[in-house]
């Protein structure tokens, strides 16, 4: 018996994510404000610096790729009720997978031989990371928010090893490995505008971009148009329904966490074999927690991430144009609007759709009373 | 809201305790409750029958604040009463006892009663009040329950009576009783109707809400039935009859036997030997049954729930593991060497109606075409060689409605949007539509209206007909009598009972479900097979 009057979809799906992300932006006004900087003209700033000019349109786009990428890897796992929150790892390792094919190779093909292969070893080492929790979740009960938390540190501690004593390049001080041949790095998006004779500022944003789009077609497929994502919706919202329809539970979780692995370990090819063109030391910088505000944000639907990707870019872009701009403003002020999205969108997702559906009953109930 | 006030000229203010007058609810489109008027006695025990769907709850939640009507009024003991939550209920007397119970497992009774109205900030001061209150309230009404008892080592019956109480210790002078009757064997509801006869002896008017006739007319004084959001009759329950309550409730004759011809029962499709089963905590769930279903044949399982159907429905489908004993399906052995997935197990012909469908027959965030493939969703006919072949699906979930008049007939329609008796028949059409040799039913007509119980019933006699063998569990003793050929009774995982259906009737089976606990030897009627 549900006691309230529902919602039309678009209300759903459009309204409430809406008000929610500006509800996050309205408190992180008064934020600014009480800092002492007026609200709007950091909105302004923000806004110019995100899409004003082409710089910042490049900048803003390369940090939406790897969202969507993190964002997918999110909500892959979250359809199968798995809270993956080790994106972040799973990208860090992933780029171990990039980086070693790209060095291998690097002299031998040309970078469109070289993607798939490295789009292949992205994901394989992502889905490698993330098959150990899904497997511990699955078979032997530890859950999986716990053990993918506690397999970021272990990536960041293994990558620190392996780039200070493995993979360092010889005679140099920085954990860091050799720079991959240039011909067989990802074209810059400028090189391609150039190509097509368009002048554009050199940025990071480069052509994985495109890889994310794809990636996103992939997982709406696969969700909803598979019976591998019959199989991961169907254990994500009832279980022993899973069992019943003679599904192995266990297996899926395993799965799917390994796809989730594959589509976070592809932030690789936009940093390791796109903007970075090297393996650095914490090259993931937080994407992979971003993905986690993006999914919610997002309502794990590859539309919804692009969305919210594309807003998570702009915000990091936006935000170093603020710490620029405002002496008393530091870059931790995109921290607290991304906590507040995700206090927002996650965990006060429902605050407003009681409200809303009053308002929603009140205005059919005097719209039926005039008619 | 609107608030008309409505004199009705022959209104007795003092001998109702509850009045309705020209209730209207809609839910959008959906009209839930349309002009309906309730004239409650005080002191009488009124039952309201109707369909799923009806209206029931909806006027009901009415009463209890969970909604407020778009129009009409409501008086309580004679006075114009506006209830905008539960909380203002209460204080105007009424108390509700949920189909569901609303308590907390690990608390005891008397932790549960007070909770919520504890009265202030020291619990054993409130507790200590409480207990003297209760005692009072257990004597004058003869409603004896260990307060200190923990509430899950409580039976079923015993839990409900902790409901009632809790509403009386909050000062109810009016009782709703939803579906109060689902869980309890005939002997615990002969209790619950003694207790109800003395809450009416105090004054105390009680509202039942059922779609049980039987119980209808073996309790209360006055019936109204609801049909399609209006209340299409109210009459005294001595001037009326479950065939003439019935029709009022669907709108037209209802059969409420099942029209079928006798058994004629062929090999052996289904064979149980000693089958034993111990959940996780070592407790034996299933006792050493043995059993045969033969083609042609509907076996029924009667037995109060809990007592070992539901586990042994889980060994029969492959979705628990065999521990001991061994299970033939048409000469095929599963047992603690050879396992069998639910998804082999359908591939020997075997089809399974989940017992409790909201938990494994149906997936509700799915569109209804996607659980009418649950546990098919793997062969070829729905699948190409990556997607999923929507069309074909698609097609499959229109005809499966088609064949089972499930309505609203789209397949695009959120599972859980369906009311109970379209799903229920959606996931019989499902199972059913393969021609399965062996057919599981749990719950065949769990929260289905009468018209569809019918239907059901129908269906699974003309597979009987057809030559397949049919396992139904149900906890509906009429059910199971009008339904099946022949009754095994179990009790404590263990098989009390094989009758013939035509041989027994709804006291001795209650007999027999109670019997094990007494240690009694296993009851043996007509010839078994």
């Not at chain 1, 599904?247 to 090819?269: D, E, F, Q, Y």
């Amino acid at each position: 018996m549900s006691r309230r009057t529902k919602l039309p979809a678009w209300a759903d799906i459009g309204l409430i994510p809406l008000i929610n992300v500006l509800l996050a932006f309205l408190s992180a006004g008064v934020v600014v404000a009480l800092i002492g900087e007026s609200p709007l003209e950091a909105v302004q700033v923000l806004i110019r610096g995100a899409f004003g000019y082409d710089e910042g349109v490049g900048y803003t786009l390369y940090y939406t790729t790897n969202f969507i990428f993190t964002g997918l890897a999110v909500a892959v796992a979250f359809h199968a009720g798995l809270f993956n929150i080790g994106g972040e790892g799973q990208a860090y390792i992933g780029g171990l997978g990039v980086g070693l094919i790209c060095l291998a190779l690097d002299h031998l093909l040309p970078w469109w031989a070289l993607l798939p292969l490295a789009i292949i070893a992205g994901s394989l080492f992502g889905a490698a990371w993330a098959f150990i929790p899904g497997y511990l979740q699955a078979y032997r009960g530890s859950h999986v928010v716990i053990t993918t938390i506690m397999f970021n540190f272990i990536a960041s501690a293994l990558m620190v090893y392996l780039l200070v004593n493995v993979l360092i390049q010889p005679g140099s001080m920085s954990p860091e490995t050799r720079a991959i041949a240039p011909e067989s790095t990802l074209p810059l998006m400028h090189e391609i505008f150039e190509f097509l004779g368009i002048k554009i500022t050199q940025t990071p944003l480069n052509l994985s971009i495109f890889v994310a789009l794809l990636a996103c077609l992939f997982v709406w497929v696969l969700i909803w148009k598979t019976r591998w994502g019959y199989a991961i919706r169907m254990i994500g919202f009832n279980e022993s329904a899973a069992v019943y329809s003679g599904i192995n539970p266990k297996r899926m979780v395993v799965i799917a966490m390994m796809i989730s692995g594959s589509l976070a370990g592809l932030v690789a090819i936009n940093e390791v074999m796109g903007a970075q063109e090297r393996v650095g030391l914490d090259f993931v910088s937080g994407a992979g927690f971003t993905g986690i505000a993006v999914a919610l944000m997002g309502r794990n639907h590859p539309l919804g991430i692009i969305i919210a990707s594309l807003l998570f870019g702009a915000l990091f872009q936006g935000g170093a144009e603020l710490a620029f701009e405002f002496s008393t403003i530091t870059r931790d002020l995109v921290v607290v609007i991304q906590g507040l999205v995700i206090l927002f969108c996650g965990a006060l997702a429902y605050m407003m759709r009681g409200p809303l559906e009053r308002l929603f009953a009140a205005l059919s109930r005097s719209n039926q009373e005039e008619g | 809201m609107v608030t008309q006030t409505i004199q009705d000229p022959n209104r007795d203010p003092v001998s109702y305790s509850i009045q309705l007058a020209k209730i209207n609810k809609h839910f959008g489109a959906v009209k839930a409750n349309v002009d309906v008027d309730l004239n409650v006695v005080k002191g009488e025990i009124h039952a309201i029958v109707g369909e799923n769907g009806a209206g029931k709850s909806t006027l009901m939640s009415i009463l209890y604040g969970f909604y407020e009507a778009d129009s009409g009024s409501i008086y309580v003991d004679g006075e114009a009463v506006r209830i905008n939550d539960s909380k203002r209920a209460i204080e105007l007397g009424i108390g509700m006892v949920h189909q569901h119970f609303m308590l907390v497992d690990n608390f005891t009774v008397l932790e549960n009663i007070v909770l919520g109205a504890e009265g202030s900030w020291s619990l054993t001061s409130s507790l200590y009040k409480a207990r003297n209150k209760l005692q009072a309230i257990s004597d004058q009404y003869g409603l004896n329950v260990d307060l200190d008892a923990v509430v899950s080592q409580l039976p079923v019956g015993l839990q409900q009576r902790v409901e009632i109480l809790k509403a009386l210790y909050r000062d109810a002078k009016i009782l709703i009783l939803d579906e109060p009757t689902g869980v309890l064997t005939p002997q615990e509801v002969d209790q619950l109707f003694a207790i109800l006869k003395t809450l009416k002896s105090q004054g105390v008017s009680v509202l039942l809400i059922t779609h049980k006739l039987q119980e209808v007319i073996a309790i209360s004084d006055q019936v109204s039935v609801m049909r399609a959001g209006a209340m299409v009759a109210t009459v005294k329950t001595s001037e009326t009859s479950r065939e003439a309550l019935a029709e009022l409730m669907v709108g037209r004759k209802v059969l409420l036997r099942v029209d079928k011809h006798v058994a004629n029962p062929g090999k052996t499709l289904l064979q149980v030997d000693s089958l034993t089963w111990h959940d996780e905590t070592d407790v034996p769930r299933l006792d050493d049954v043995s059993f045969k279903v033969k083609a042609g044949e509907i076996v029924g399982v009667a037995g109060v729930s809990g007592n070992g159907q539901t586990e042994l429905l889980g060994l029969l489908s492959g979705m628990l593991d065999v521990q001991q004993g061994q299970i033939n399906i048409e000469g095929i052995c599963i047992d603690a060497q050879h396992q069998m997935t639910p998804k082999q197990i359908r591939h020997l012909g075997v089809g399974h109606v989940a017992e409790d469908r909201h938990r494994n027959g149906m997936v509700g965030a799915f569109s209804a075409e996607e659980t009418a493939i649950m546990g098919f969703q793997d062969e070829p006919e729905f699948n190409g060689k990556i997607l999923q072949n929507r069309l074909a699906i698609t097609e499959h979930c229109k005809s499966l409605m088609n064949t089972f008049d499930v309505r609203p007939a789209d397949p695009d329609l959120k599972s859980a949007s369906f009311s109970g008796g379209n799903q229920q028949k959606l996931c019989i059409a499902r199972e059913m539509n393969v021609s399965p040799k062996v057919l599981l039913v749990g719950q065949p007509t769990r929260g289905v209206d009468i018209g569809a119980i019918e239907f059901i019933h129908q269906q699974i006699v003309s597979l009987r007909d057809q030559g397949s063998a049919v396992l139904v569990v149900s906890v509906e003793l009429e059910e199971i009598l009008s339904l099946c050929d022949r009754v095994l009774v179990m009790s404590e995982g263990r098989i009390v009972g094989n009758v013939l259906a035509s041989e027994t009737d709804a006291r001795s089976l209650g007999l027999m479900m109670s019997s094990s606990r007494s240690g009694d030897q296993m009851v043996q009627q007509g010839s078994q097979s």
